[in-house]
Structures are given as C-alpha cells and as structure tokens.
C-alpha cells in the first residue's frame, strides 16, 4: 500500500504522533503532572529521544496547546485535520440555518485504525447534539477488503468516543451509544455506515471497527440497501481494477448527513409521494412505522407502538418544526424538519438526515488518471451526480485550505492541464456503463456541472423519474 504523508495512516510514523498526542492530551488534563513533568526537565539525560518530548512538554507555556482530537474553530466554523488530502477542511457555521444543523454545537474528531499495521479504517467529526458524524473520511483500497468476507463483530460503543465523553463528565444517555439504536427496524430505519463495512473488511477486527455510532445514522431502508449501497459496490470495483497496477491505488472518500436539500427534490411528483410515504403513510419508501404520522402539536411524530400485550412501547421518530411554521403535513416541507429516532427518553435521540453526499477523489498517477466523483442521495433514494461546487454548497463545506485544493482538486481542467487533481465530474466514469446504478438510470447526470441548488428544477426531477420507467 502506497505512503503518503498528506494521508491519515496508523504506520510507525502515526502511532509516534498519536503517542506524544495521547501523552499531551494527558498532561494538559492533569495539570499537576504537568508541573512534575516541567520540574524533572533538567533530571534527564540530552540525548535521549524522550527528552526531546518532555523538553516540548516544559515548553507548553510558552507554546499554542494542541487540540485533544485535532479540531479547531475559526470565524467560518470547525476545521478538522488528520483527514488524508481533506485535512483543513471547514464544516462550516457561519450560514443563516446553522443552528438548525447543529453546526454551532460541540466536535470531537474519532480515528480508527490497526495500531500494529499500517492500516486507516476511518476518521470521524462527531457532532455532540445530532450523534451522528458530520463527516467521514476514509479510503478504498483493493487489500482491504475481501468480497464475502462478513460484516465483522457485533454492533459496539465507540471506546474512543467514550473515553473522550468520560473525561468531560458525560454518562451515555448525553451521547450515541449501540444500545440508542435499538428498534429503528419498527420503523424501515437501518443502522447506516457512512464508511461501508464491506469495503473495510479485509478482516474482523476492521469491519468491527466500522459498527460504531460515530460511523452511523438512522439511514432508511430503501436508500441503505438499493442505491447507497449499489454506490459502494461499484466504489470497490474501481478499485479492484487499481489493485497492484500503479503507485496510486487508493480511493479517497468523504461522506456526511446532510440536513436540508434542494426543493424540487421533495416537490417533484414521484419524489413528493416517496416522501409522503416514508414519513405520513407508509408504502414502497417505507413499509413499516411511518416517522411523522401523528401531528403532536405545532410538530409531528409516528404513531404509538404497542408490544403483544397491548401495552405502549417507547419507541418513536419525532419530526419537530422548525421555527414557526404551520405545516398541515410533514412532507409540505422536509426541510423545515429535525427529525429524530428515540428508543426511549433514557436514551440519546439520535437524528437523521435528509439525505447524505459522498465525495471520491483520486490523485493523477492511476491507472485511471485523477478523477473526481460527488454524489448527492436523499432518504427515499433520489441520486444526484454533481460538481464539486454544488456538493460544498449543499454540505456548507469549505475545502480551499486542504491539500486537495492546494493541488488542483477544486479547478475544473482539461486533461493535459498540471494537477494532481481535477474537479471534472465525468459521468461516465462515474456511473459507469454496466454498474447498477447506471442499468437502473437511478442517478441524474445533468446536475454534475450546475454550481447553484436553486438550478435543479422540479421539471429536472420529473425527467429524472421518466427515464427509469
């Protein structure tokens, strides 16, 4: 596998920085042992690699402390780094609806890897309010994984997570925990990886690594098993085709919930009824507990389940409004929506979105040259191949400090242009002739190079679901 020094890797090199991190980390929450380091200075011997770090250490005073798990705020939002080409990425705050998004609240960035080898399985910004990731990064490479080799362990609590929530004074009902998404399935809701366990299941303890709640979200069925999951599938074909050709052999990717999306997408006539269906009255997007079937006041909510007794269940999805909108039904507008599964009101209401992006980039030297694919998916399955451009604004990232964007990522090019990345989002290449995706028309191409969401109509949308028969 391919080294590179722009990428999250837990090699010789990583597990170094995660040690003097850790130790750090240690040191600035125990002041005292801080003062003891600082005092001992000078009782250690100079030439000595451990003395060069305690010798930072004495030096805390004078220098920036490091962030526990490598975040940052600036005036435009939260910047997360040790995300490969990503790093210095911006989950932006600063636009009207914000607050909304929970992008004004608490991050903590998770990495999961294997100490012993030099392998990343992923890398997560954990948002406090939601229990969902706002991003995921990881990578697609053809070692590792191994098609039909299981979906790793049991469902499992993110330990690092719990630590980080431990040392703030937090129980688990105040963040995502397994037990939280116990019963989605009464509601057609899947526990939905963000970084697909079948693309990181080279062996057991990778996949396991994979079924945490900083990897998940309450992900409908129709999208997680029909076109997120036929997306996946096709990411690992390409690269299989990579696997032992070239210096390149890696698929870096970027996904993330995304909580509000372009209208049409819910106004169109096939997509208006999907959506009537997965949250007011059940059907073909939803064949079990619709999520906003009872109105409950100014906001909605499913109806009360009951177990074999008769007796009322705790489970329930909540659709609260957002502001002071008077919506006769929930699917009027699922963007005034913060939508939430709770198993009970001992448990942390985990929120799902209205959709999610996923970013695949590959860097020139490949034996597919650099290419760039951006995908938009709502909850009832609607695809949208697009630009670059348009992915940031419908995600409100901001990319122009990363090293991809250093590098060419964000600059549309002709192919004999320098750069190790192009932000040409070729649909053919994409969504290739003979993938799922393409056989089924599930994707509309047209919007892979419109930079504005007001740009894709319901007219758009209409032509999308006429295609597919």
Request: net charge negative; proline share 4%.
């Amino acid at each position: 596998m391919r080294m590179s020094p722009d990428k999250f890797k837990m090699g010789a090199r990583s597990r170094s920085f995660a040690w003097r991190a850790s130790i750090v980390a240690t040191l600035i929450v125990q002041a005292p042992a801080v003062r003891a380091v600082r005092s001992d200075v000078n009782n250690l011997t100079k030439d000595s690699r451990e003395n060069d770090l305690v010798e930072e250490l004495a030096g805390l005073r004078r220098q920036p402390q490091p962030s526990y798990d490598h975040l940052e705020k600036n005036s435009e939002g939260t910047v997360v780094h040790d995300i490969g080409i990503f790093s210095g990425l911006v989950l932006r705050s600063d636009f009207d609806r914000a607050s909304f998004w929970s992008r004004d609240c608490e991050q903590h960035q998770v990495h999961h890897g294997k100490d012993d080898e030099d392998f990343e399985v992923f890398a997560s910004s954990y948002n406090t309010c939601t229990g969902v990731s706002d991003i995921v990064y990881y990578s697609v490479h053809g070692e590792k994984f191994t098609s039909g080799n299981g979906r790793g362990g049991e469902w499992q609590n993110d330990q690092k997570l719990q630590e980080i929530m431990k040392q703030k004074g937090k129980k688990p009902r105040d963040y995502a925990t397994i037990s939280d998404y116990q019963g989605v399935g009464f509601f057609s809701i899947d526990r939905g990886h963000q970084a697909p366990v079948a693309s990181l299941n080279v062996d057991n303890e990778a996949a396991s690594m994979t079924n945490t709640p900083t990897n998940l979200s309450p992900q409908s069925a129709i999208l997680n098993r029909n076109n997120w999951r036929f997306l996946e599938a096709d990411m690992r074909e390409k690269a299989e085709a990579m696997s032992g050709r070239n210096d390149v052999q890696d698929l870096e990717m970027l996904t993330g919930p995304i909580y509000e999306l372009p209208s049409a997408m819910f106004q169109n006539t096939k997509g208006n009824i999907l959506w009537r269906q997965l949250l007011e009255v059940g059907g073909e997007a939803n064949q079990d507990e619709p999520w906003c079937k009872e109105r409950e006041g100014p906001t909605f909510r499913s109806s009360v389940l009951l177990n074999r007794r008769g007796e009322e269940r705790s489970e329930m999805t909540r659709c609260l409004v957002d502001g002071y909108n008077n919506m006769e039904r929930a699917s009027d507008d699922p963007n005034k929506l913060k939508i939430s599964y709770q198993r009970s009101s001992k448990h942390f209401p985990l929120r799902a979105p209205l959709g999610y992006f996923k970013l695949m980039v590959m860097e020139s030297g490949s034996i597919h040259g650099r290419r760039t694919c951006a995908f938009i998916m709502d909850q009832v399955g609607q695809c949208l191949l697009v630009s670059v451009e348009l992915l940031a604004k419908l995600a409100h990232l901001d990319a122009n400090h990363t090293q991809w964007a250093l590098h060419g990522g964000l600059e549309v090019k002709e192919g004999s242009a320098d750069g190790k990345y192009n932000a040409y989002v070729n649909p053919y290449w994409c969504v290739p002739p003979g993938s799922t995706l393409r056989r089924k028309n599930a994707c509309l191409f047209t919007t892979n190079k419109m930079q504005d969401p007001t740009e894709i109509t319901t007219e758009l949308m209409d032509e999308y679901w006429s295609r597919q028969g």
